[in-house]
């Protein structure tokens, strides 16, 4: 990355290597499994994938609740499990469903952060992600027919300047109200 880091959620099946060689110089793959039953809660520096990138490996054991979730997600989603329903080829293997229990993260800060300090980091990011969601969402930019650059621009000006004030004078307010009387919280995304 060109003076920027990164915070990544671990994709299932994503090929980790040890930063130690084998006897032939060769790189050793890590068993993310075997590695987790010895010590649930892990902190390593890896290389990432065919390219060998090196980063950090940030894991934390995830409640029984969020694990559950992500399996449920998991039979939904992509069918594991069900083979007589699905076209998926996709099973459900142990691997997967023991990694679901799992809040696994790969970054480049070289800082030396614990696994709340990357999980703090990646929400905020996320957060960022939800909010141009719901102004893509909310902006309807496909709705716009032929007109001028300065009728455009006009129309992009307004509509950003709309989705900024919805968000920070109404949204956090009514995120406040809301939670407080009745513990829940409004999505930004909502229509």
């Excluded at 102004?135 to 032929?146: D, T, V």
Aim: one cysteine or more.
């Amino acid at each position: 990355s060109e003076g920027g880091d990164f915070i990544l959620r671990y994709k299932a099946y994503t090929t980790l290597y040890l930063q130690e060689k084998d006897a032939n110089g060769k790189p050793i793959q890590l068993d993310l499994v075997k590695e987790l039953k010895k010590n649930p809660k892990l902190k390593i520096k890896v290389f990432v994938g065919k390219n060998k990138v090196p980063m950090l490996l940030i894991v934390a054991p995830a409640s029984d609740k969020i694990a559950a979730e992500r399996r449920r997600k998991a039979h939904l989603k992509y069918r594991y499990g069900s083979d007589s329903n699905s076209n998926s080829k996709k099973v459900m293997t142990s691997e997967y469903s023991f990694l679901c229990g799992y809040t696994i993260f790969l970054t480049s800060v070289n800082l030396n952060l614990e696994f709340k300090d990357v999980y703090a980091l990646y929400s905020l990011r996320w957060r960022i992600e939800i909010i141009f969601k719901a102004w893509k969402s909310h902006l309807n930019f496909e709705n716009i027919h032929n007109v001028s650059v300065n009728q455009l621009y006009i129309i992009i000006y307004s509509k950003l300047l709309m989705c900024h004030l919805i968000f920070t004078k109404f949204y956090n307010n009514f995120l406040e109200l809301v939670l407080i009387a009745s513990n829940k919280i409004i999505s930004i995304i909502a229509s």
